[in-house]
């Protein structure tokens, strides 16, 4: 059973770079079925999904982040990272790291998703 | 930005069916699967329907969805208190080359 869990700090200041990890553990990260992903969820609003890798190390992020992130593959620790530079208050949110499953050309389900962990962008 | 329009909210009594839209375009949900998630209060959401109409081991066959066209669609039967959750609609979108979702809808079982 495939787990995901982040990690990373909780307060970024304005103007910094936000740095997450998450760690895989119950499969490889190195598996050709799978984007790795990046969503995002301000308080008490919805989900926004910020961006993918695959196991090739080929990314694609949402067009409104796109100049600011950058999603990173660490096969030999098995984890995944996000890096949000230039953050504003508008960054602060719940961070989910979460497994999108493709397969024959077409992308379907996220599952799963790791707990979440929440940042909050404050001097 | 959302891209798949659900309504904000919903309601019913126990015992109820009740049922929550979602809707698209050609990029997404005309061309691709639709899932569902189920999220509480200061958890991370969860798989609820996959493949439009497929539900994941362990999820009641009370939750079912459907598709059609460029509009999905989410239907609890037997409503129960434990179903008050925020409920989520998502599609790959091949304009975006990424997962689009809806805003939520927050179902309150009354």
């Known amino acids: 059973q495939v787990q995901l869990q982040e990690s990373g700090p909780g307060l970024v200041k304005p103007s910094e770079t936000l740095s997450l990890s998450c760690t895989v553990s119950g499969g490889p990260v190195s598996s050709d079925r799978y984007y790795w992903s990046w969503i995002r969820q301000p308080p008490r609003k919805g989900l926004e999904w910020i961006g993918y890798?695959?196991?090739?190390?080929?990314?694609n992020y949402s067009p409104s982040l796109k100049s600011r992130v950058t999603i990173s593959l660490d096969t030999s620790k098995n984890q995944f990272s996000l890096k949000v530079t230039s953050v504003t208050a508008a960054d602060t949110a719940v961070y989910y790291c979460?497994?999108?499953?493709?397969?024959?050309?077409?992308?379907?389900?996220?599952?799963?998703w790791g707990q979440g962990t929440l940042v909050t962008v404050s001097s | 930005q959302s891209v798949l329009t659900q309504p904000p909210s919903a309601s019913g009594t126990p015992g109820q069916r009740v049922t929550i839209s979602c809707s698209g375009s050609?990029?997404?949900?005309?061309?691709?699967?639709v899932s569902w998630y189920q999220q509480f209060p200061g958890t991370a959401p969860k798989l609820l329907i996959y493949?439009?109409?497929q539900r994941p081991s362990g999820v009641p066959d009370r939750f079912s969805g459907s598709k059609s066209g460029t509009s999905a669609s989410l239907a609890i039967s037997g409503l129960q208190s434990e179903d008050e959750a925020d409920y989520y609609c998502?599609?790959?979108?091949?304009?975006?080359?990424?997962?689009?979702f809806g805003r939520g809808t927050k179902l309150t079982v009354l």
């Open positions: 493949s439009n109409n």
């Open positions: 979460a497994r999108g499953y493709c397969s024959g050309g077409s992308c379907y389900d996220i599952d799963p």
């Open positions: 050609t990029s997404n949900i005309g061309y691709n699967s």
């Open positions: 890798i695959y196991y090739t190390g080929s990314t």
């Open positions: 998502a599609a790959w979108d091949d304009s975006l080359n990424g997962w689009v």
